[in-house]
Structures are given as structure tokens and as C-alpha cells.
């Protein structure tokens, strides 16, 4: 990669060398005025003045782009002693430079990251020393780690990663990284500024040059730190990393199924990183394949190398919710905490009464069950109402009109949320980075018609058994939203909600309200 910046450096200046060997030529007498050698010369000048107009400009961009960052929470060795500790005592072990600072992000993976770009460093701030003590990178960690693994455990996933701080030292990798991240900041400069295409243009045929050998560059490196860290812990490497695969589906279901119906009505849960502690237990007791798991608990998590673990998880739930929904970046009337505790009141007993006052308002502007009649506004929210008018003869038509008319109105309200600068940090016309962090990518795409009918439909049955049959709404760590009968989850409700949406038959779905002792003819509490 190196090869490659001094070849084009080479390649900007060959024009420059040619404009001066045929001004010095004529200035000694070597080349004759006149003729054709003074076009020559001048084209010649004019040409390298223009190659180096362009290359100082290509140069400027790269240089003063700003690389994206991941989006972490960063941990002052204040309040994490015990943490910079054991990864200063893991660099000794594996006689490679600790890294500088230690971050979080909340997501399931851990890596090194170079933050000494000047773009990062405000000029104040940058004393002679500087540039030694920050050359080492900044170690990142995944937050549900902390929460999930044991202390040794975590030791020794972190062993392959603090190795890499090795390599990273070394100034020809160092200054190649350098590079490649400084070009990758300019095309995404020059992306957003059309005046800026050549730089785009010649940003973009370096780093296709340069991809096989960063590449390898990489492999290398990642195989000579997996190499070093080998006498290191290697047998709780094993079982780390069996723990990093729970992890991630562990938080894959919380995030999805847990955090998402918060975000979209405006709550973030507050304390995600414990939250999938509770998931992970959850599936370990459910799973076969990860019995045994549970029996970790009682050794020391993590967590506790934190001296205050309740603020660094409420910090990280709070960017995993902005990176992950784009939601804003501090509490307001419409984006506040929910602890856990108050999430099945706060968030699924609220989301189920705004979706089925959702359905109300819809069932309200398609024609009604009698062909040519249109219900009036005194029409009450019930159940009964809902599987009159999708079951049976009378339903032709019906669930298609709800679906569309649900997807625009879901449309609608999002858009509006987007103009009001609550949410919508990320659409496609906005800013793609948040602070000069690069976000991560949305959890789920937008749902179908069929999907909103459906979660709709089951909303306005939920709130009707939370009503009329003394049911309570409830958080089930990794399906999330959840119906509590007698203290017991129903998790039978999905089928009969579908033979309702799908094939018009609603007698599944009254005989579930039969023996749960739901009336569906009593009006539904909404919001």
C-alpha cells in the first residue's frame, strides 16, 4: 500500500519533472526557442501545474477527512480500574503496548481502533508526547461481554484482540493503515460534495488498487496476534467463544423483540446489557445445548471490573437505541427511560392500546359489514366488532383495505416523527453519521401490511383480556411483549389471530376468548 501512495505521489509529479527539464533546457541552451519547442514547454507547464493542483487537493481531502469512528461509549480508567488492569496485565503477558483508552459498543464483537488521525485531535491538544503516548489504539468491547462472560472469560477473548497491539505499533502498518482509512474518509467526502468528484474519482481507484494488499495486510496480522495469544488462556478461549455465540443470539431476541416495540413508541430501556443477562438465562434454560450455562452465574461477571456498571449500561442502552433506531441522543417529553419493571405498564400495555385505537380509526373508514353502509362514530372498539368484520361473507376486500390503510397510517405517523427531529437521524436524505460516528445498520425493515394486521388484530384481543378477563400485560425476555393468563403466558393467541387474517375463520379465535373468558362484545379501553 505504501508502494502504491509513492507510485501516484511518482505519477503527480512526472509532469512537474518533464515542465522542469525542458525550462532548464531552454535556461542553459540545451533546447532551442521557437518553433515548436515553446508550445511544448508550455503545454508541458501547464499540464504539471494543473496534475499538481489536482494531487494537492486529492492530498488535502485525504488528509483532513475525518475516518468514521464506531459509535462506543467511552470508559475513563477512573471508572473502570480494574478493567484497564486486567488489560494492561493481558499486554504484559503477551509483551505487546497495552492499548491507550478502553471503549464500549453495544454490539457483539470486540476490536482495536486508531484514533490518532489528526481530524480527531483538536489542536490544543496535541503537545509533543502526544503522538507517542496515543500511537496504540483504542480497545473496543462488545457490552453485552461484560455483562454475560466471567471475568476470565473475558481475559481470554480479549487475549487475540490486545495482541493486535503488537502490529499496530509498527510504523510501516501503522502509517499503511493511515492511508487506507484516510482515503475511504474521502470518498465518503466527496460523495456528499459534487465539486469534490475527481477527488471521489481518484479516492476510489486507490483503494481498489490498494483492497487485496490491505487484505492481506490484515490476515497477517490477525494470524501473527491469534499466534501470540496462544499460550494465553487457551482453553477458556474455547469456552469463550461458545459464550460469544449465545451472546449474540441472546441479543439478537432482546433487541428485536424487546428494545423494538420501546423505541417505536417513543421509551428506550435503560438497562439493555442487564436485560440480556436475563435473556440469556432464559435461553439457557430452554436450550438443551446450553445446559450447563446457567452454572457460570455464580462465578464473577465481568460487569464488576466496572465501578459503576447501572451508568456505563444506561449509556450504552441509550446508543444502541440511537444507533439502532435513530433515535435522539438525550431524554425528552417524547424519547424517556423505562426500567424494566415498568416496561410491561409503560411499553406493552400502551403499545397495545395505541395499535388497537389504530385499528378503531381505520375500521372506521372502510365501508362496514353491510355492503353500502358506513359505520358512524358512536361504532364501539370491540372485539366482536374486529371479527365481524373479518371473518365470514362479509370480509371480501376487508383485510386488504386494513393492511393498506395501516401501512399509510404507520407511514404517516412516522414521517411526521422524522419532521419533528425526533427520530430519523439516519433517513436517506439526512446525515449519514452522528457525531462523525458511523451508525450501525437498522434492526428490522419496515413491516408488511399483513404484519401490522396481524400485530394490530392481537393488540385489540390483548387489551380486551386485560379488560374483561383480569389478564395482565407482561415482558418475556426473548419473544418480548407478553399476555399473562392466571400468571401464565398464552402463547396460543398467534395461531387463532392468523386462521382470523389469513382464511377468514374467526372460530379459532372465539374459542380461544371462550375459554380464556375474554367478552368480546364489551367495549376495549384505549388511549
Known amino acids: 500500500m505504501l508502494r502504491i501512495r509513492s507510485t501516484a505521489l511518482a505519477?503527480?509529479?512526472?509532469?512537474?519533472?518533464?515542465?522542469?527539464?525542458?525550462?532548464?533546457?531552454?535556461?542553459?541552451?540545451?533546447?532551442?526557442?521557437?518553433?515548436?519547442?515553446d508550445t511544448a514547454r508550455w503545454s508541458v507547464t501547464g499540464a504539471a501545474a494543473l496534475v499538481l493542483l489536482l494531487a494537492a487537493l486529492v492530498t488535502a481531502v485525504v488528509v483532513r477527512a475525518r475516518p468514521a469512528l464506531s459509535p462506543t461509549v467511552p470508559i475513563p480508567e477512573e471508572t473502570a480500574p480494574d478493567l484497564y488492569r486486567l488489560v494492561?496485565?493481558?499486554?504484559?503477558?503477551l509483551d505487546v503496548p497495552a492499548p491507550s483508552a478502553i471503549a464500549l459498543t453495544p454490539d457483539c464483537d470486540s476490536w482495536l481502533e486508531d484514533r490518532t488521525h489528526p481530524a480527531h485531535e483538536p489542536p490544543r491538544e496535541r503537545p509533543v508526547t502526544r503522538r507517542r503516548s496515543g500511537a496504540t489504539p483504542v480497545l473496543v468491547i462488545g457490552s453485552p461481554f461484560l455483562w454475560w462472560m466471567r471475568v476470565a472469560e473475558l481475559r481470554a477473548l480479549l487475549a487475540?484482540?490486545?495482541?493486535?497491539?503488537?502490529?499496530?505499533?509498527?510504523?510501516?502498518?501503522?502509517?499503511?493503515?493511515r492511508f487506507v482509512r484516510g482515503l475511504d474518509a474521502a470518498v465518503a467526502v466527496a460523495a456528499a460534495r459534487p465539486a469534490l468528484a475527481f477527488v471521489g474519482w481518484a479516492a476510489r481507484s486507490l483503494l481498489r488498487s490498494c483492497r487485496d494488499h490491505a487484505a492481506e495486510m490484515e490476515r497477517g496480522v490477525a494470524a501473527a496476534a491469534s499466534e501470540r495469544s496462544q499460550t494465553v488462556d487457551y482453553g477458556l478461549r474455547i469456552v469463550a467463544q461458545e459464550q460469544v455465540g449465545l451472546a449474540y443470539a441472546g441479543w439478537d431476541r432482546l433487541l428485536n423483540r424487546v428494545a423494538l416495540p420501546a423505541w417505536r413508541m417513543g421509551r428506550w430501556p435503560s438497562r439493555l446489557d442487564a436485560g440480556v443477562v436475563s435473556a440469556l438465562t432464559e435461553l439457557s434454560r430452554r436450550?438443551?445445548?446450553?445446559?450447563?450455562?446457567?452454572?457460570?452465574?455464580?462465578?464473577?461477571?465481568?460487569?464488576?471490573?466496572?465501578?459503576?456498571?447501572?451508568?456505563?449500561?444506561?449509556?450504552?442502552?441509550?446508543?444502541?437505541?440511537?444507533?439502532?433506531?435513530?433515535?435522539?441522543?438525550?431524554?425528552?417529553?417524547?424519547?424517556?427511560?423505562?426500567?424494566?419493571?415498568?416496561?410491561?405498564?409503560?411499553?406493552?400495555?400502551?403499545?397495545?392500546?395505541?395499535?388497537?385505537?389504530r385499528l378503531h380509526r381505520v375500521l372506521d373508514d372502510i365501508p362496514g359489514a353491510v355492503p353500502g353502509v358506513r359505520p358512524g362514530p358512536a361504532a364501539a372498539p370491540t372485539v366482536a366488532r374486529v371479527l365481524d368484520r373479518l371473518a365470514g361473507p362479509a370480509r371480501a376486500g376487508t383485510g386488504e383495505q386494513l393492511e393498506a390503510r395501516l401501512s399509510a397510517e404507520v407511514a404517516r405517523e412516522a414521517a411526521r416523527e422524522e419532521g419533528a427531529g425526533d427520530r430519523g437521524a439516519f433517513t436517506a436524505t439526512g446525515d449519514p453519521?452522528?457525531?462523525?460516528?458511523?451508525?450501525?445498520?437498522?434492526?428490522?425493515?419496515?413491516?408488511?401490511?399483513?404484519e401490522l394486521l396481524t400485530d394490530h388484530v392481537t393488540a385489540m384481543v390483548c387489551c380486551a383480556a386485560v379488560d374483561t378477563a383480569g389478564a395482565l400485560p407482561g415482558l418475556d425476555w426473548l419473544d418480548g411483549p407478553a399476555l399473562l393468563v392466571g400468571g401464565v403466558r398464552r402463547a396460543d393467541l398467534a395461531h387463532s389471530v392468523l386462521s382470523l387474517i389469513e382464511d377468514g375463520d374467526g372460530e379459532p379465535l372465539r374459542a380461544w376468548l371462550g375459554e380464556v373468558g375474554v367478552r368480546p362484545e364489551k367495549p376495549v379501553r384505549l388511549v
Open 160 to 177: 487475540p484482540v490486545v495482541a493486535g497491539t503488537g502490529p499496530s505499533a509498527n510504523p510501516d502498518i501503522a502509517a499503511a493503515r
Open 287 to 357: 436450550d438443551r445445548l446450553a445446559e450447563g450455562f446457567t452454572s457460570r452465574l455464580g462465578e464473577r461477571p465481568a460487569c464488576d471490573l466496572l465501578e459503576e456498571p447501572g451508568v456505563i449500561d444506561e449509556a450504552a442502552s441509550l446508543l444502541a437505541a440511537r444507533l439502532f433506531h435513530g433515535g435522539p441522543p438525550e431524554t425528552g417529553p417524547d424519547w424517556s427511560p423505562v426500567a424494566w419493571s415498568q416496561y410491561p405498564e409503560e411499553v406493552v400495555d400502551r403499545t397495545w392500546r395505541l395499535e388497537a385505537a
Open 88 to 93: 494492561r496485565d493481558l499486554a504484559e503477558r
Open 11 to 37: 505519477v503527480a509529479l512526472l509532469p512537474a519533472a518533464a515542465a522542469v527539464v525542458l525550462l532548464s533546457g531552454t535556461a542553459m541552451g540545451r533546447i532551442p526557442d521557437g518553433g515548436g519547442w
Open 433 to 450: 453519521w452522528v457525531d462523525g460516528l458511523a451508525p450501525l445498520f437498522p434492526l428490522q425493515p419496515p413491516r408488511s401490511g399483513r
